[in-house]
């Protein structure tokens, strides 16, 4: 398809393929993503989550709908979480960048070229279990299910119906996309082999609030388009 075709917002799926294997790879997570997580998957989870790669806040203010949060990120997006690395190949974790307690879950949507590399780490670090938001396709490839299925495999993988819209560097309450995404989820209380479910349609229009917008969407970002 070529670009002039391309939906709205559809460009987060181009930006991410063409980004340098060392890009930061903001993509931020709408609101509605992370409470249909705590709404269809993790209905239970309570407790002290560290959202890891937190840029401007879209995950971890809605985590703190449910949880007691820990906030960090590699690059410091002026919102008061944490400075430094969690993970990553060219993103050496610090022993300093750490939670105060350690965590119940770890939860986040990382930088996709590192992602495998979150996952490990959060196994170290969470007492109950991590989840990450990632491309559906990320359940491929030969070298993440030797370092991270095989070894490892998910408890939970809850692959989204409708489309989770992700653009560069922005939320856009509007966008489109050709991508898919699921959420792939370790539990230490779960039983052995990996369920996988659907999470139902409609959760983007039930699950997004009437304040979403006032506090997530970067009025910088539409300022500059304006």
Same mark, same amino acid.
């Not at 692959?159 to 792939?184: C, H, I, L, N």
């Given at each position: 398809?070529?670009?002039?075709?391309?939906?709205?917002?559809g460009?987060?799926?181009?930006?991410?393929?063409?980004?340098?294997?060392?890009?930061?790879?903001?993509?931020?997570?709408?609101?509605?993503?992370?409470?249909?997580?705590?709404?269809?998957?993790?209905?239970?989870?309570?407790?002290?989550?560290?959202?890891?790669?937190?840029?401007?806040?879209?995950?971890?203010?809605?985590?703190?709908?449910?949880?007691?949060?820990?906030?960090?990120?590699?690059?410091?997006?002026?919102?008061?979480?944490?400075?430094?690395?969690?993970?990553?190949?060219?993103?050496?974790?610090? @022993?300093?960048?750490?939670?105060?307690?350690?965590?119940?879950w770890?939860?986040?949507? @990382?930088?996709?070229n590192?992602?495998?590399?979150?996952?490990?780490?959060?196994?170290?670090?969470?007492?109950?279990?991590?989840?990450?938001?990632?491309?559906?396709?990320?359940?491929?490839?030969?070298?993440?299910?030797?370092?991270?299925?095989?070894?490892?495999?998910?408890?939970?993988?809850?692959?989204?119906?409708?489309?989770?819209?992700?653009?560069?560097?922005?939320?856009?309450?509007?966008?489109?996309?050709?991508?898919?995404?699921?959420?792939?989820?370790?539990?230490?209380?779960?039983?052995e082999?990996?369920?996988?479910?659907?999470?139902?349609?409609?959760?983007?229009?039930?699950?997004?609030?009437?304040?979403?917008r006032?506090?997530?969407?970067?009025?910088?970002?539409?300022?500059?388009?304006?």
């Amino acid at each position: 398809m070529s670009e002039k075709h391309t939906p709205a917002g559809g460009r987060a799926v181009m930006n991410r393929r063409l980004d340098p294997v060392d890009s930061l790879d903001f993509f931020p997570t709408p609101p509605w993503a992370t409470r249909a997580l705590l709404a269809h998957v993790l209905i239970d989870a309570r407790g002290i989550c560290w959202e890891p790669a937190a840029g401007e806040g879209h995950m971890a203010e809605v985590l703190r709908e449910r949880f007691e949060v820990f906030a960090s990120d590699i690059r410091d997006y002026g919102r008061g979480y944490n400075v430094g690395s969690f993970a990553g190949k060219t993103d050496v974790p610090q @022993p300093e960048l750490q939670c105060p307690v350690r965590p119940d879950w770890i939860i986040t949507n @990382p930088p996709f070229n590192v992602a495998v590399d979150f996952a490990l780490r959060g196994f170290e670090v969470a007492r109950r279990g991590v989840a990450l938001l990632v491309r559906s396709n990320w359940a491929e490839g030969v070298d993440r299910y030797t370092r991270l299925f095989r070894p490892n495999p998910p408890a939970i993988v809850a692959q989204f119906v409708e489309r989770v819209p992700m653009v560069k560097e922005r939320w856009d309450p509007e966008g489109s996309t050709a991508t898919s995404y699921a959420w792939f989820v370790w539990d230490r209380t779960a039983r052995e082999g990996t369920r996988f479910v659907f999470i139902p349609p409609g959760c983007r229009q039930r699950l997004e609030r009437p304040d979403d917008r006032m506090r997530f969407a970067a009025a910088k970002h539409e300022a500059a388009e304006a």
